[in-house]
């Protein structure tokens, strides 16, 4: 059973930095694209990075050069590093874990979620 597991949220003043980690089991990463997707309240949920297994990034324009993800697959691990939070990146942040699945519907995993508030 994969489960993924994030940590690192919390209340931070704007202009401040989080450090959010994804620990994966029951599964290696390492053959698989990971992302960090987010949900404000009253909105969709919505794609912030993501990396694939080759190490490529991409990230939406919101956070393009304030947010870097990386990962560890001798850990298990994603990260998403956030420097120079706004209040509007205030959201529940969530890990997903994204297997194809080349005989049919690609299998999505998510974490639970952990919530970051950005204080102005």
């Known amino acids: 059973q994969v489960q993924l597991v994030e940590s690192g949220g919390g209340l931070v003043q704007s202009g401040g930095s989080l450090r959010l980690s994804c620990a994966a089991s029951?599964?290696?990463?390492?053959?698989?694209?990971m992302g960090w997707y987010r949900q404000a309240p009253g909105k969709q949920r919505e794609l912030v990075a993501n990396?694939?297994?080759?190490?490529?990034?991409n990230y939406a324009d919101s956070v393009k050069g304030r947010f870097t993800i990386s990962r560890d697959d001798a850990k298990n691990t994603v990260y998403l590093q956030m420097n120079s939070l706004k209040p509007e990146d205030t959201a529940v942040y969530y890990c997903?874990?994204?297997?194809?699945?080349?005989?049919?519907?690609?299998?999505?995993?998510w974490g639970r979620g952990t919530l970051v508030t950005v204080s102005s």
């Open positions: 997903n874990l994204l297997i194809p699945n080349p005989f049919g519907a690609a299998r999505n995993y």
């Open positions: 029951g599964r290696s990463i390492s053959t698989n694209t």
């Open positions: 990396i694939t297994n080759g190490g490529r990034t």
